[in-house]
Nanobody
Framework: QVQLVESGGGLVEPGGSLRLSCETS????????MAWYRQAPGKERELVAS???????TYADSVKGRFAISRDNSKGTLYLQMNGLKVEDTGVYYC?????????WGQGTQVTVSS
C-alpha cells in the first residue's frame, strides 16, 4: 500500500525559506517520476514541481528560480526547497507521482506565508 507522508511546513514571513520532505513507502520509489502539488485556499490543487531523473525537473512558472525539487532514492524521500517565499505560496503541499493517474493523497503539510 502506497504511503506518502509530507512534513516541513510552517508559518514563515515573506522572503523566508522552508524545506519540505515527503517520506514514501509501498512502492519502488526510484522508478517513478514524482511531484509536489499544492492547494491554496479556495483553489484547485496544482502541480508545483516534478522530477524524474537527476536532470529532469520541471517547475510551474510561478515558482521557477525560487523552488528546487530533489529526491533521495536510497531513502525513498522527496524534497522541496522553497526560497523567496511569497504570500501566494500559501497552501497545503502534497507529494504524489508525476502522472495523470495519482495515488491516494497524504495528509499534506501546511505552508503559510504571512507577515
Amino acid at each position: 500500500q502506497v504511503q506518502l507522508v509530507e512534513s516541513g511546513g510552517g508559518l514563515v514571513e515573506p522572503g523566508g525559506s522552508l524545506r519540505l520532505s515527503c517520506e514514501t513507502s509501498g512502492f519502488i520509489f526510484s522508478v517513478y517520476a514524482m511531484a509536489w502539488y499544492r492547494q491554496a485556499p479556495g483553489k484547485e490543487r496544482e502541480l508545483v514541481a516534478s522530477i524524474e531523473g537527476p536532470l529532469e525537473r520541471t517547475y510551474a512558472d510561478s515558482v521557477k528560480g525560487r523552488f528546487a525539487i530533489s529526491r533521495d532514492n536510497s531513502k525513498g524521500t522527496l524534497y522541496l526547497q522553497m526560497n523567496g517565499l511569497k504570500v501566494e505560496d500559501t497552501g497545503v503541499y502534497y507529494c504524489n507521482r508525476a502522472a495523470k493517474s495519482l495515488w491516494d493523497w497524504g495528509q499534506g503539510t501546511q505552508v503559510t506565508v504571512s507577515s
